[in-house]
């Protein structure tokens, strides 16, 4: 009988690490000894997190990155290395809301939220491909979709096309980087406490209503959200690719 793989220990790009799901991917992963590259459009906050993963005695990068200015992505990518060594993980935790209705939304606010939730998993994916490839066996890639692809939201509409979007792409990246070996699959949180949410959630009518959606009670901690996508990473899930799993409290199961 043939020894199980070990999981990689390779590196893992995560954008949005400085807060929240991403931060959260990050430690997760250090935890299990993955070097992590955390890029954020807040640069500080991205190098303290990357301290916090260091912590865990892996090699840890902060770095401040536009994840909509695609021709910093090859710097982004070489002081990554530099420090990873390799880079056989990405995980896309960059995202941004942008509440308005859709009679209300201009041009700019659609654009602004496609281009950070879904171009540039797109984008990011393209210039990491060559670096995944080289780091394999094992790469993979894990983006950060949401139930609301899965399910309309009145004040939502760039954000939830953007997030379907998100689930066509992993579909896509899958089929194409499987060629290579490379897996691609996607996660749809629900309501996860995080920076995000937190305006509902300090509004007591606003976060009873929510929780009353939630069959378990309560909004996600990042980490619930950052050990699934470990999970993905991981050669654990070697057989799994194009795949969307759920981590939303068993919200979309009763909507």
Same mark, same amino acid.
């Given at each position: 009988?043939?020894?199980?793989?070990?999981?990689?220990?390779? #590196?893992?790009?995560?954008?949005?690490?400085?807060?929240?799901?991403?931060?959260?991917?990050?430690?997760?992963?250090?935890?299990? /000894?993955?070097?992590?590259?955390?890029?954020?459009?807040? /640069?500080?906050?991205?190098?303290?997190?990357?301290?916090?993963?260091?912590?865990?005695?892996?090699?840890?990068?902060?770095?401040?990155?536009?994840?909509?200015?695609?021709?910093?992505?090859?710097?982004?990518?070489?002081?990554?290395?530099?420090?990873?060594?390799?880079?056989?993980?990405?995980?896309?935790?960059?995202?941004?809301?942008?509440?308005?209705?859709?009679?209300?939304?201009?041009?700019?606010?659609?654009?602004?939220?496609?281009?950070?939730?879904?171009?540039?998993?797109?984008?990011?994916?393209?210039?990491?491909?060559?670096?995944?490839?080289?780091?394999?066996? /094992?790469?993979?890639?894990? %983006?950060?979709?949401?139930?609301? /692809?899965?399910? #309309?939201?009145?004040?939502?509409?760039?954000?939830?096309?953007?997030?379907?979007?998100?689930?066509?792409?992993?579909?896509?990246?899958?089929?194409?980087?499987?060629?290579? %070996?490379?897996?691609?699959?996607?996660?749809?949180?629900?309501?996860?406490?995080? *920076?995000?949410?937190? *305006?509902?959630?300090?509004?007591?009518?606003?976060?009873?209503?929510?929780?009353?959606?939630?069959?378990?009670?309560?909004?996600?901690?990042?980490?619930?959200?950052?050990?699934?996508?470990?999970?993905?990473?991981?050669?654990?899930?070697?057989?799994?690719?194009?795949?969307?799993?759920?981590?939303?409290?068993?919200?979309?199961?009763?909507?």
């Amino acid at each position: 009988m043939t020894s199980p793989v070990p999981s990689p220990t390779t #590196g893992v790009v995560i954008t949005g690490g400085a807060s929240g799901i991403g931060r959260a991917c990050a430690l997760a992963l250090a935890e299990v /000894g993955r070097p992590v590259a955390c890029w954020d459009l807040d /640069g500080d906050a991205a190098e303290r997190v990357a301290a916090e993963a260091a912590e865990a005695g892996v090699a840890a990068v902060g770095l401040g990155v536009d994840v909509t200015d695609s021709a910093a992505f090859a710097n982004a990518v070489m002081s990554s290395k530099e420090t990873m060594s390799s880079i056989g993980g990405f995980v896309h935790a960059a995202g941004i809301s942008g509440p308005m209705p859709v009679d209300l939304l201009d041009e700019s606010s659609w654009d602004a939220v496609l281009d950070v939730n879904l171009r540039a998993e797109a984008l990011i994916a393209k210039v990491l491909i060559p670096h995944l490839k080289e780091a394999n066996p /094992g790469s993979a890639i894990v %983006g950060i979709s949401s139930i609301e /692809g899965w399910v #309309g939201s009145a004040l939502l509409p760039a954000y939830c096309s953007s997030k379907a979007g998100l689930l066509g792409l992993t579909r896509s990246l899958a089929h194409r980087l499987s060629f290579d %070996g490379i897996r691609a699959n996607a996660v749809c949180p629900g309501a996860v406490d995080t *920076p995000m949410l937190a *305006p509902v959630l300090a509004n007591e009518t606003w976060r009873t209503t929510l929780m009353e959606r939630i069959p378990l009670g309560r909004a996600a901690a990042p980490a619930e959200v950052a050990k699934v996508v470990r999970f993905l990473l991981s050669d654990d899930a070697s057989y799994v690719t194009g795949a969307h799993l759920m981590v939303d409290g068993g919200m979309l199961a009763t909507s």
